[in-house]
């Protein structure tokens, strides 16, 4: 069901109220926006599946009370851009979330797997992604793009079932949970802090404490923009002219214009408010200049973290999914540090939810010598006790 009116919309949510579980999805495009823009949003439940047309529709907000009700699971395939979306026409997070594609890394079947993957997986079905770089704010949409929208939750909920009870005979229902809690916090979705985006530009620690001070402050002037106009922050400036602004140090628009990479339709519309970030950063008091934090250029004894890394891969077989599920060489490295440092290890990221069981009590014990390996008769490396 493809749904354009209100009186569609009223009556599918309708059928929704019954159902327990609901599969969603969405398709949007971000090519050149800050925010995505919503073409479509798929739901399904026990009575069918419809794609609900946003740009059509003036009023969603039969569909948002559906999606707010917390007495519903909402089932995602990778949810995180979905959820941004849907927070944010909801004002609010919308608990509980199921996400498969966590889901399937837990139940061995890999990490980051694609839809089209995990239906092959969970129901022996092959569909078709020949409408991936669709434009889903173009007008109107082709029958062939609204069948292939619906398969997205028209086979979610069966794949759901599918790797549910997969997950119940592992008896790891719980770590599903666990990974989505995230999901759960509205600060997951706050917009960045635009005093940290100077943070995400290459080679901004080459710059002296006062230059760093006025690529801070003209970063955030950028996002900020960029938010107002819902543009990407790239086409207001790109980051290598925020770099040599803050180098150069332009005292007005006529120095500004001459900086390499800047627009001069930009410095018509921009110019004034660049050249008053920088003075404002310039001028900042030598106590308030960003500091680069320490880098814990620590290196851990050599062979702990290969030792430890064989041991997540020991972990992992027996488990039956992929070792960087458990412990990425990051996670590896920085358990190994807080233990050989002597810091309070106990909120480790290994030593939280279901990860503290599986994977990082027994690293615990293996670097406190309790337990160790070996290598047997068939070249298998194995845990054994040590008394």
């Keep these: 069901m493809y749904i354009t009116s209100a009186d569609q919309l009223k009556e599918f949510c309708d059928s929704l109220k019954s159902s327990d579980v609901l599969a969603v999805d969405t398709e949007f495009v971000r090519e050149k926006t800050y925010f995505h823009r919503i073409g479509l949003i798929q739901v399904a439940g026990k009575k069918g599946c419809a794609a609900i047309d946003p740009i059509l529709l003036n009023d969603l907000t039969p569909l948002l009370e559906i999606l707010k009700d917390f007495r519903k699971l909402k089932v995602f395939h990778a949810a995180r851009q979905d959820l941004e979306i849907l927070v944010r026409l909801c004002g609010q997070v919308i608990p509980p979330i199921f996400d498969t594609q ?13 839809f089209a993957k995990l239906i092959q997986k969970a129901l022996g079905k092959r569909i078709h992604k020949s409408e991936t770089y669709t434009d889903w704010c173009r007008r109107p949409l082709s029958e062939n793009q609204i069948i292939y929208a619906l398969d997205d939750v028209r086979y979610l909920l069966p794949a759901y079932e599918k790797i549910l009870g997969r997950l119940k005979q592992l008896k790891r229902e719980s770590w599903v949970a666990g ?11 706050s917009l960045p802090d635009p005093q940290t985006r ?10 002296k404490p006062r230059n760093m ?13 960029a938010i107002s106009r819902d543009c990407l922050a790239k086409f207001i400036l790109r980051d290598e002219t925020l770099l040599e602004i803050a180098r150069k140090i332009p005292k007005d628009t006529r120095q500004l214009s001459t900086v390499r990479g800047i627009h001069h339709k930009e410095v018509e519309k921009s110019g004034t408010a660049i050249i008053n970030s920088v003075k404002k950063a310039f001028e900042t008091l030598e106590d308030e200049l960003p500091q680069l934090s320490e880098s814990n250029g620590y290196s851990t004894t050599r062979g702990v973290e290969e030792l430890l890394s064989a041991f997540v891969q020991i972990r992992s077989e027996e488990l039956k999914i992929e070792p960087s599920i458990l412990a990425d060489r990051k996670s590896i490295h920085c358990f190994a540090t807080h233990f050989e440092q002597k810091k309070d290890i106990s909120a480790n990221f290994l030593l939280q939810g279901w990860r503290k069981e599986c994977i990082g009590e027994p690293m615990l014990r293996l670097l406190k010598g309790e337990i160790g390996l070996k290598i047997n008769q068939s070249g298998q490396v194995m845990v054994i006790p040590i008394e």
């Design 102 to 114: 966590v889901a399937a890394a837990l139940v061995g079947w890999g990490s980051q797997i694609s």
């Design 179 to 189: 990974e989505v809690k995230i999901w759960e916090d509205p600060a997951t979705f």
């Design 198 to 207: 100077f943070l995400k530009i290459k080679s901004y620690k080459s710059l």
């Design 213 to 225: 001070a006025v690529l801070k402050e003209l970063a955030a002037w950028r996002e900020n923009v």
